[in-house]
């Protein structure tokens, strides 16, 4: 389901730089259903891959054969995501916080932290330079906080200041998609607020999985389920071994 | 450039170049990780070792746990596509003797200190880190102010390994050495370092470098030692030889969560083989199940 | 992405893509110098240009003469292994009409300030210039202090062209270009600039471009022309199709020293052909004389 | 004479960047002598180059075909110049002054110059980066003035100031070398002196086509006329068509 909603964020001929687990499910879905032309660019430099089986790590040799371009890491940072070609990012977190703001380092303080997370990997500048980015999340109150432990990729405001003013290019995490709903971004106040609702779910069960006041969206739409022939390609073509869809 | 050969065992290598506290580079994203020369050091008891990389990812674990570092410079610490690395975890949550010391930056700042050891200039600018907790986490990301426009940016120190270890695909004896695939920050890192160890899938023939000079990512000039060390980046992979084995990469996740088990690991896998030949030679049916199929590109011309 | 052609004539790409005034750069260094482009742009009378390229070469001090250029961003005006170009220097020199505005970087100036452009940075910082007398000459060139050591560097601003014409062996029709033998610093240009126009050899499959990606020096996604135009680099050369004219390189000494009989040559070969077919067919020979030989490199194996 | 005895100026297994002109004739001649392991870097990107015709420029495709490597100008200037791994740099001029400034800009004033030269290239950064260089150029008063009217590429003195305080990695001019003498910067002062005279050239002559008072070195040496061998691989073998030997 979180791969559907994900995949119906990307329009065709997007250039999106794609991370592993359902964002990389996401994206192959979209390629192969209403976006053909699809760029997709892994942060390992491969560029515009058609990965012929499902790529277990960003950096599969999958995702080289057949291939546009390879290029360095070098190139891939400076002249593709620092040069503003990445039309949308896709973020994944520990923790993702009223503002968007995003941890993937560390659970309690950094110098004594009581789970040690990975850490940025290429997510800081993602969340930056990318025109826009998408969060992918399952709802729990841990998992959305008021306030993050760290920020490793930033949201929409922080320290009170918006990120224009601080100088990022990016719009930011527009969406939040979740196993119960989508967030979206106040155009105002850069806040989360509730989008819509997954068939069967309740405002209130959103709410109470969300760790500050969620507002409500003007229209809170509900989301359409996958259609069969997506759950066809997901189950049968994408991941028939299950690396990534677990129910 | 003929008569001059760099090619040596993997033992000799790191005797002479991999010293106790040296800063140890053993780049690849994801593609080309030298498991064989970490093994190597963990072989020959390196202690105090600052290691740097992207992407800690198995190998780092591995020599975290067997005590050659004091330190880790990183961007990502995980098992990609699987979970956790837990000795690293278990160094850096204090639960396993002393805190390994942790300089952090994100992929990009690492690319851009990298590439700042090897253009030799002190340090590299990049529009980043605004709104991130990063800087505050490390000293070492700072500002410049633009001559231009006024407005500040970020930089990061350069980076200049003691020794920095790539596997490649190919090399001639001189170390003149060919990449394809994915090349991740192998060029930026051998550049910045002081000592260069090449080590290879294949060794070949001057003639073969010289058929296709674009393929060449590292020049024989700044290499210091060429090894052959055929599967000598499994469990990582090498584009066109052999494939990721993601089994292993799952099963790491149990080996490296159990101290005891780890340590059973090291014995029988590194400490209980004398190199990367025998190493292979406990893996009956490995080569086989990952051996690559072919998918060759035809050449060009380099005629005029 | 096989669906987006991008392909279109010469003269529909310059109509579209340059435009009086803009800052347009024909990269290329010796190789793959795309005349057929620089002649279009003659031929419908652009003026008013920013060019900037490191080696002007025979293609600006035609465009100088054909006054489509009111300043030169440069490093180096020479005939490469000939001499002057003797239109650029009646320009600099006040002999003909209207001093053309100079702006003088040396080719590591020039490099930094693609760099710059390609990664989206104001400036680049390089160690350079001192004692030199071209940050005199060039106010452009300033210094900035390093946030770690405190010493002064050189900088130069970013390049951003409007339009970047780069020449290459091969793409397909999305843009996707491979490039051989001397790449210059054709992808920091084409990186650096608003509009890119691909101009080849060879256009092929999107299928020959996939099957040795690491050979995509381009992306097709920042691409906005293609335009097929064989032996559109003459009498620069293409590595693999066609050799350097070098006599045509020796006659232009004769050629540029004589405003008439250089106005002659461009009505002639510029004005009097309205395509590179056209030019070709006024050459016969030619194609024979300098058709390369082959020197194939064999290829690599992609598989896993 | 002037290619043989700048040839004798590399030793082997030197990394040198190779100009065009004399010096690429020097390059290629010490390669097929005493020095089989130079490694001839050109920077147009090309190094290990073995061209099998003489290259009429530094961008010719014979220096691409059988090379070792070929990298992209950003790579030229950053990771092998700056870098600091070239031993030798050949630099020519217009003019050379008292402390082996080099001049290749103009003749005359910046903005209205009487002679507009091509300007710096790549010599700029090779005389700032090179851990030594060699200029080669023809004795003349005009030539050889006491003081450059543009430091195009800096020697070892510059408003007073030596080269090392300014911050210049490299060792500078140790040797020019004419038509007629070998001149080398004195270790102290870095102002040019006579070190050495052609067969058949007296130091008075020397002194005639020099735009200051030059100094005698020590021991004045004679140098050694070329070998048979030297001219027969030159005239027969490097440069039979005669583009750079005129005489």
Chains 1, 4 share one sequence.
């Not at chain 1, 025109?131 to 405001?157: I, N």
């Not at chain 1, 990016?170 to 998609?177: L, M, S």
């Not at chain 1, 759950?231 to 690396?243: Q, T």
Request: net charge neutral; charged share 20%; glycine share 10%.
């Amino acid at each position: 389901m979180m791969a559907t909603v994900a995949a119906r964020e990307l329009a065709d001929g997007e250039v999106v730089f794609v991370g592993i687990g359902l964002p990389n499910l996401a994206c192959n879905l979209a390629r192969v259903t209403h976006a053909p032309n699809l760029v997709l660019i892994y942060e390992s430099g491969a560029v515009g891959a058609v990965p012929e089986r499902l790529p277990v790590s960003i950096g599969d040799p999958a995702l080289v054969t057949g291939s546009l371009m390879v290029c360095g890491m070098a190139d891939v940072f400076q002249l593709i995501l620092q040069n503003g070609r990445i039309d949308v990012g896709f973020l994944g977190g520990a923790q993702v916080d009223r503002y968007g703001n995003i941890n993937t380092t560390v659970i309690g303080p950094y110098e004594r932290p009581r789970v040690r997370l990975p850490g940025s990997g290429g997510a800081a500048e993602i969340a930056i330079h990318a025109r826009r980015t998408v969060v992918v999340s399952k709802l729990s109150p841990r998992a959305f906080p008021e306030q993050v432990d760290f920020v490793t990729s930033p949201g929409h405001r922080s320290g009170g200041v918006r990120r224009a003013e601080l100088g990022m290019p990016g719009a930011g995490p527009v969406r939040v998609i979740t196993d119960k709903a989508i967030l979206a971004a106040d155009a105002v106040a850069g806040e989360l607020i509730l989008a819509a609702l997954y068939p069967g779910v309740t405002a209130a069960e959103v709410k109470a999985s969300v760790g500050w006041p969620l507002e409500s969206g003007r229209d809170v739409g509900c989301v359409d389920p996958p259609t069969a022939r997506d759950l066809e390609l997901l189950r049968c073509v994408l991941d028939p071994k299950k690396l990534y869809l677990r129910g | 450039m003929s008569d001059v050969s760099k090619l040596m065992s993997m033992r000799d290598a790191v005797a002479r170049f991999v010293h106790d506290g040296d800063t140890v580079v053993i780049e690849g994203f994801t593609h080309l990780i030298c498991f064989a020369a970490g093994h190597e050091i963990i072989r020959q008891g390196r202690t105090n070792l600052t290691l740097a990389r992207l992407t800690p990812d198995l190998i780092y674990d591995q020599m975290i746990a067997a005590g050659c570092a004091r330190k880790l410079v990183f961007s990502w610490a995980g098992n990609p596509g699987v979970g956790s690395l837990h000795a690293f975890r278990r160094a850096v949550e204090g639960r396993d003797g002393p805190r390994l010391e942790l300089e952090e930056y994100s992929h990009f700042g690492m690319v851009a200190r990298f590439a700042a050891g090897a253009a030799r200039l002190p340090f590299w600018p990049l529009r980043n880190y605004m709104g991130t907790d990063l800087p505050r986490a490390n000293p070492y990301i700072r500002t410049v102010t633009c001559p231009y426009t006024g407005e500040p940016l970020a930089t990061v120190p350069a980076l200049h390994p003691d020794v920095t270890i790539v596997h490649a695909q190919r090399a001639d004896a001189a170390g003149n050495t060919q990449i394809w695939g994915l090349v991740g920050v192998q060029k930026e890192a051998a550049f910045a370092s002081r000592r260069v160890i090449v080590v290879v899938e294949e060794l070949v023939d001057e003639s073969v470098i010289r058929s296709d000079p674009n393929r060449t990512l590292i020049p024989g000039m700044i290499v210091d030692a060429v090894v052959l060390e055929p599967w000598g980046a499994h469990p990582s992979y090498a584009q066109g030889y052999y494939d990721r084995d993601n089994d292993f990469y799952v099963a790491w996740e149990r080996i490296s969560r159990d101290p005891g088990e780890l340590r059973r690991y090291l014995d029988e896998f590194v400490h209980g083989v004398p190199d990367r030949a025998a190493y292979m030679e406990k893996r009956p049916g490995l080569a086989t199940r990952l051996q690559a199929k072919q998918r060759r590109s035809s050449g060009v011309n380099y005629g005029f």
